[in-house]
């Protein structure tokens, strides 16, 4: 089970770290971090593979890192210069096949958090 911590409300501009706990969890393919926006639909943001490569969507590359620690088990994001339109209810996700293959669609990831929100006011 994979379960999403860190969510908080924010400024423009503020930071925010999102973890996810991987204990109990089999994964060997692609982890990945999407968020779900008011009235929007979910959308990728991040992706990396075991190796660490790692892949963003254009909205929030330079701002997010997605990094894994496999001692601690856990998934991070790492958000910098929030926008509010970074406002949503982030989920991490992991798959059973690599990053390439899997993309950042969402159909094709096996496990799911139950989602951390994030709200950036203005």
């Known amino acids: 089970q994979l379960v999403e911590s860190g969510g908080d409300s924010v400024q423009t501009g503020g930071s925010l770290t999102l973890s996810c706990g991987l204990s109990?969890?089999?994964?060997?393919?692609?982890m990945a971090w999407f968020r779900r926006a008011p009235e929007k639909e979910l959308e990728g943001g991040a992706t990396?593979?075991?190796?660490?490569?790692?892949r963003y969507a254009e909205s929030v590359k330079g701002r997010f890192t997605i990094t894994q620690d496999n001692t601690k088990k856990t998934l991070y994001l790492q958000m910098k210069n929030l926008k509010p339109e970074d406002t949503g209810l982030y989920y991490c996700?992991?798959?059973?096949?690599?990053?390439?293959?899997?993309?950042?669609?969402?159909?094709?990831?096996?496990?799911w958090g139950q989602g951390t929100q994030v709200t950036v006011s203005s």
């Open positions: 996700a992991i798959a059973v096949l690599a990053c390439f293959i899997v993309t950042m669609s969402t159909y094709k990831y096996r496990d």
């Open positions: 109990g969890v089999t994964y060997s393919g692609c």
């Open positions: 990396i593979d075991p190796d660490g490569s790692t």
